[in-house]
């Protein structure tokens, strides 16, 4: 199997190189890895953000491990040149249209969730935000009203056949875990909603062993902090999954915590940490490397059926953190390397 290692810009070398030591530490056998440039840095050795000899690695990969692309020297270029133009790319060249990200809080880190530590250790739940549709891609524009105004709008839409798919993977995702799924929409004022409850109820016939309730989006955001313990994996578009996303990473702690995967219908997935190239922290060894090392491990879960090595992955970093492992942004003193060093250290212990 194939591995494309797409380290990018900033913190995203540093960050990779760690999550690679700790896929070599865990000893699996059949992977092979490919280094592509990515970002800033593909820009500057070529003049474009994703190459063509990029994307075609990541089209012939089985699995693409992703660092970070932003580079503040690259601010003042035309659009189509800047970094972050080479993430879209890849989501839209290949098609990755469903995005998990989980949100957990490892209770050690209870002290640094935007929650009272009480309500924050209930939280253990998977967001699966649709990702090539909704609001972001719809028809938008600016136009003048007949009086002269100003007026900006842009088009809300959705298919039956993108709802279905993003439905079947989050039906998919609450099997591998509590059976449990909550669709969340605004099925009482959008059309897109109401068609989005119709087919998620059509695609629940097959898949009879999961438990499926419904929420409306300003519910669910309120629920989030209220009681997030009632949530095991949340299905919604694009809009709503974008903010409640965000919301739940402060739930759980710092943002060097929190790994994602964006994936298409095959099983093929881009992975990643949520968290941009930080380029006021970029080359002083001070990023926290464990939201890339837990997206290595969804790597092994979702798109490598390695699942056994990813539970051992993930609970390496508990046992690292059990035992006191904290960079900069948790409170403490230890580097990147030192960092992938910990779980490297509670890999070995538990044999
Ligand atoms: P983007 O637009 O790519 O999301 P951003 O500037 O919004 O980028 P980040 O690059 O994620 O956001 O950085 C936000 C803040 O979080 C910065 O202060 C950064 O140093 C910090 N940060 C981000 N990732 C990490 C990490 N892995 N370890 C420690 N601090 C981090
Ligand atoms: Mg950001």
Redesign the pocket.
């Known amino acids: 199997m194939l591995i494309a290692l797409l380290p990018g810009d ?2 995203g070398p540093e ?1 990779i190189t760690q999550a690679k030591r700790v896929l070599d530490a865990v000893g699996l056998d059949g992977l092979i890895y490919e280094e592509a440039p990515v970002g800033g840095a593909a820009y500057k050795a070529s003049g474009h953000p994703l190459p063509s000899e990029t994307l075609d690695l990541a089209k012939r990969a089985d699995a693409i491990l992703f660092g ?3 580079d503040p020297d690259c601010d003042a270029l035309e659009r189509h040149l800047r970094p ?1 133009q080479a993430i879209l790319g890849l989501r839209k060249e290949l098609e990755l249209f469903a995005n998990l990200r989980p949100a957990t809080l490892f209770p050690e880190l209870a002290g640094a969730s935007a929650l009272r530590p009480e309500i924050a250790t209930q939280i253990d739940l998977m967001i699966v935000r649709e990702l090539n549709g909704d609001v972001y891609f719809g028809e938008k524009g600016m136009r003048k009203t007949a009086d002269g105004k100003r007026e900006g709008y842009d088009i809300m839409s959705y298919n039956e056949d993108e709802v279905r798919r993003i439905a079947h993977v989050g039906f998919k995702t609450a099997m591998a875990r509590d059976q449990r799924l909550c669709s969340v929409d605004k099925a009482n004022v959008l059309e897109t909603s109401q068609l989005w409850r119709d087919v998620v109820i059509e695609v629940a016939s097959e898949y009879p062993d999961i438990q499926l309730s419904h929420m409306y989006v300003d519910n669910c955001a309120m629920q989030l902090v209220r009681n997030p313990g009632q949530f095991d994996v949340i299905v919604t578009g694009n809009l709503f999954g974008d903010i409640l996303s965000d919301q739940a990473s402060m739930c759980a702690g ?3 915590m929190l790994p994602s995967a964006s994936l298409d219908s095959g099983g093929k997935g881009l992975y990643e ?9 970029a080359g002083q060894g ?7 090392i837990l997206s290595a491990a969804m790597m092994l879960r979702y798109s490598l059926s390695m699942a056994e090595a990813a539970d051992q992955i993930e609970a390496a970093v508990a046992s690292a953190l059990a035992a006191g492992a904290r ?3 948790l409170g403490g003193t230890m580097s ?1 390397s030192d960092m992938g060093d910990a779980v490297i250290a509670a890999l070995a212990s538990a044999g």
């Open positions: 900033g913190i960050v970070a692309v932003g972050e710092s943002i060097g940490p949520i968290h941009g190239s930080a380029p006021d922290i001070k990023a926290n490397p464990l939201a890339t960079s900069a942004d990147t």
